[in-house]
Each structure stands twice: as C-alpha cells, then as structure tokens.
C-alpha cells in the first residue's frame, strides 16, 4: 500500500513533536513493508530525497516571508499534489492550516486520515476572531475527513461530544533512552542540580505560573528554560526573569542532549494545558524524570498518579517547598512511567496500532 503523511515540516526531525511523529511512523512503516511518502518544506536542510527508505517530497512553504500564514498555502500545495497520486492513504498531522483545502479541493474519492491535535482554539495567543476561525477548522476537519485520530482519551471524548464524531485512539510514541551525564557538562550543571522545563515559549503552556511559583518558593536551585526565546514571547520572558536563577538555553534539538537533561534534572517541569498527549511528555516520562505537570484532563490521562500536579504559581511554590518530603515517592513514581512508555507509548506499539488503522481502511 501506498501512504502519504503530511502537515508536517518533514524529515527527519529538527523542529517538533509532528515532525517526531511522522519520521518514527514513516520509517516504521517502511519496515513493514509500505510505501511511504512525506511531505516536507522546501527549506528543509536534508537534502536527499531518501530518508531510511522513505520518500521525501519537498513543496514550497514562503514561511520566511509571510510568517505562519505561509502554512495554509504549503499544506494546500501539499494536499493538491499528494491527490494527483495513487495513495491509498493520505494521513494529515494536525488540522489548522490544512481544513480549508479540504473545502476547496476534490478530496470525496481519497482516504484521509487527521489526527486532530489538541484544542488548538484554545491557545491564548489567538485572537478572539483566530479562535473562532480555528473552530471553524476543527469542524471542517472532523466533517470532511475519512477517519480522524485522537492522540489522548480526552480529546476522544471532546470529539465524540462536539461533533458526534467517533476517532481512534493512537497517542505519540517514545523509546526508552540511555542519558549520559557527560552531556551536561556543555550546559554547566551537574546532577540534580537544576530544574528543567523544555516547551515552546507560548502562554499556554504556563511558562510564567512554574517560573513565577519557583521564584516565590525557597528553593536555591537553578531554573533552565529549554526554547526559543527569538520569538516575541520567548524575549519578553527573558527580559522579565533576567535578574534571576533562571537561565535560558534557548532551542536545543539535541536527542541525546534533552533525554541527558531531563534525566538528571531534580524536578521537570511539564506546563502543556491545550491538549492531547504530548510527545515532550512521553520523552521525559522515557528518560525517567521526576515530573511535575500542569493538572489537566490530558495529562492526568498520561501520568495518572505518577507525578505531582499543579493549577497555578503558589501551588509550584508549596511543592517545591515541600520537595524533600515528595521525593520520597519519586522512584516509584518514574518506575511507573518507565513501564507504562513500555507497555503502551512504544513506537514499535504505535507502529503497529497505525498499521491496525490502515488494515481496517483497506479491508
């Protein structure tokens, strides 16, 4: 069978969790003996058109001109093309910038897959007209899709209440990882000396509630910021903590580099509160950190009971105060994860729940 994945910036990975996503899914189909395509931007830096036996499709993406925007015109161009061919499958990662071209374009007689993200209209970065707009996308997406995919339960549920829409569920993956302390000696720490947060730079993933709770707290440990802090409010978060222990690494798209720092950091801080499962998430659960997380439907459906959870900045202070007495359970609590990244987030096992998917499609 042929297999198109698109909505993604393309392989291999050097931008995000779809990017993840689509390299360990498309190489794993490849070994199971499906042809697979992905679609990626034309400014990609890899330049073959090859990647571990799957094919790379480049398409124009003017993101350097226009901004995000850019998006809407490449996964048109993208969606376009990839009808013109002969796939049985067409799988969309994410719906925001595609679901317009699924109104303007011939798409009734393909098969097309969305994974439905998280609640995208949700972000406190849209403006009121953008949240709407994106609605109106996540509607689009759940109608005129063949199947959609839901990466977290609760976003299944949100789906089948909205919509009336049934989705499967299939989460990101992660493997277990083997961190090494030399790695962070670039970074000037050692172990256990330092907090860590790794995330995109936005306000919905509660950067200024962890760090605003770490300041007030007593702690004296060091506070390190994994993201781009380019963006506008990447600088604005860099100008607001510059006269504290807060220290900002900026992007860092090292494997080895993260799983290391996650690994040993005394605490990781984990603030994602729009949605889904999400693929840092799982990394930090495989590296075996000790988490603390954004208490929400999404990632209580992850951690279950095994990381401590806050709602805002004094509830990160009382836990950090209180770190010595919760650490008590700490290598129980990452003993759990590690089985459960075993037993259920391998990407071996979300292989094969997506080669699952494409049997029911074909039959």
Same mark, same amino acid.
């Given at each position: 069978?042929?297999?198109a994945i698109?909505?993604?910036r393309?392989?291999?990975n050097?931008?995000?969790?779809?990017?993840?996503?689509a390299?360990?899914?498309?190489v794993?189909l490849v070994? /199971?003996g499906?042809?697979?395509?992905v #679609?990626?931007?034309?400014? $990609?830096?890899? !330049?073959?058109?090859?990647?571990?036996?799957?094919n790379?499709?480049?398409k124009?993406c003017?993101?350097n001109?226009i901004?995000?925007?850019?998006?809407?015109? &490449?996964?048109?161009?993208?969606?376009?093309?990839?009808?013109?061919?002969?796939?049985?499958?067409i799988?969309?990662?994410? %719906? =925001?910038?595609v679901a317009?071209?699924?109104?303007?374009?011939?798409?009734k007689?393909?098969v097309?897959?969305t994974n439905?993200?998280?609640?995208?209209?949700?972000?406190?970065?849209?403006?009121?007209?953008?949240?709407k707009l994106t609605?109106w996308?996540?509607?689009?997406?759940?109608?005129k899709?063949?199947?959609? @995919?839901?990466?977290n339960?609760?976003? =299944?549920? #949100?789906?089948? =209440?909205? &919509?009336?829409?049934?989705?499967?569920?299939?989460?990101?993956?992660?493997?277990?990882?083997?961190?090494?302390?030399?790695?962070?000696?670039?970074?000037?720490v050692?172990? !256990?000396?330092?907090?860590l +947060?790794?995330?995109?730079?936005?306000?919905?993933?509660n950067?200024?509630?962890?760090l605003?709770?770490?300041?007030?707290?007593?702690?004296?440990?060091?506070?390190? *910021? *994994?993201g781009?802090t380019e963006?506008?409010?990447?600088?604005?978060?860099?100008?607001? &903590?510059? =006269?504290?222990d807060i220290?900002? +690494?900026?992007? @860092?798209?090292?494997?080895?580099?993260?799983d290391?720092?996650?690994?040993?950091?005394?605490? %990781?801080f $984990?603030? $994602?509160?729009?949605?889904g499962? /999400?693929?840092?998430? +799982?990394?930090?659960?495989?590296?075996?950190?000790?988490?603390?997380? $954004?208490?929400?439907?999404f990632?209580?459906d992850?951690?279950?009971?095994n990381?401590?959870?806050?709602?805002?900045s004094?509830?990160?202070?009382?836990?950090?105060?209180? +770190?010595?007495? @919760?650490?008590?359970?700490?290598? !129980?609590k990452i003993?759990? /994860?590690?089985?459960k990244?075993?037993?259920?987030?391998s990407?071996?096992?979300?292989?094969? !729940?997506y080669?699952?998917?494409?049997?029911?499609i074909?039959?």
């Amino acid at each position: 069978m042929k297999i198109a994945i698109l909505g993604t910036r393309g392989i291999p990975n050097n931008y995000g969790g779809f990017e993840q996503c689509a390299e360990n899914l498309s190489v794993g189909l490849v070994e /199971n003996g499906y042809d697979v395509t992905v #679609y990626s931007i034309d400014s $990609h830096p890899y !330049q073959s058109k090859i990647f571990k036996g799957v094919n790379i499709i480049k398409k124009y993406c003017p993101e350097n001109k226009i901004g995000s925007a850019a998006h809407f015109i &490449y996964d048109f161009i993208c969606l376009k093309d990839a009808l013109k061919k002969d796939f049985d499958v067409i799988f969309e990662f994410g %719906y =925001q910038s595609v679901a317009i071209s699924f109104a303007l374009l011939p798409i009734k007689k393909s098969v097309i897959v969305t994974n439905m993200d998280g609640l995208e209209w949700k972000r406190a970065k849209w403006s009121p007209f953008v949240k709407k707009l994106t609605k109106w996308f996540e509607k689009l997406a759940s109608e005129k899709s063949t199947f959609l @995919i839901s990466d977290n339960k609760g976003i =299944q549920d #949100y789906i089948k =209440q909205k &919509y009336n829409k049934e989705s499967v569920m299939i989460p990101y993956g992660a493997d277990k990882v083997n961190p090494k302390k030399e790695f962070l000696t670039k970074y000037n720490v050692t172990i !256990q000396d330092y907090f860590l +947060l790794i995330a995109r730079l936005e306000p919905e993933n509660n950067i200024e509630m962890i760090l605003d709770g770490y300041l007030s707290s007593e702690s004296p440990t060091r506070f390190l *910021v *994994v993201g781009n802090t380019e963006t506008s409010y990447g600088k604005y978060l860099k100008d607001k &903590y510059i =006269q504290s222990d807060i220290v900002f +690494l900026g992007s @860092i798209f090292n494997k080895e580099d993260l799983d290391s720092l996650r690994k040993f950091a005394k605490v %990781y801080f $984990h603030g $994602h509160s729009v949605g889904g499962t /999400n693929p840092a998430l +799982l990394e930090a659960m495989a590296a075996k950190a000790f988490i603390f997380a $954004h208490n929400n439907v999404f990632n209580r459906d992850v951690l279950e009971d095994n990381a401590f959870f806050f709602k805002n900045s004094n509830e990160v202070q009382h836990l950090l105060n209180c +770190l010595k007495d @919760i650490e008590k359970s700490k290598k !129980q609590k990452i003993s759990n /994860n590690s089985i459960k990244i075993d037993n259920e987030y391998s990407h071996q096992n979300i292989t094969n !729940q997506y080669i699952n998917l494409i049997e029911k499609i074909s039959r």
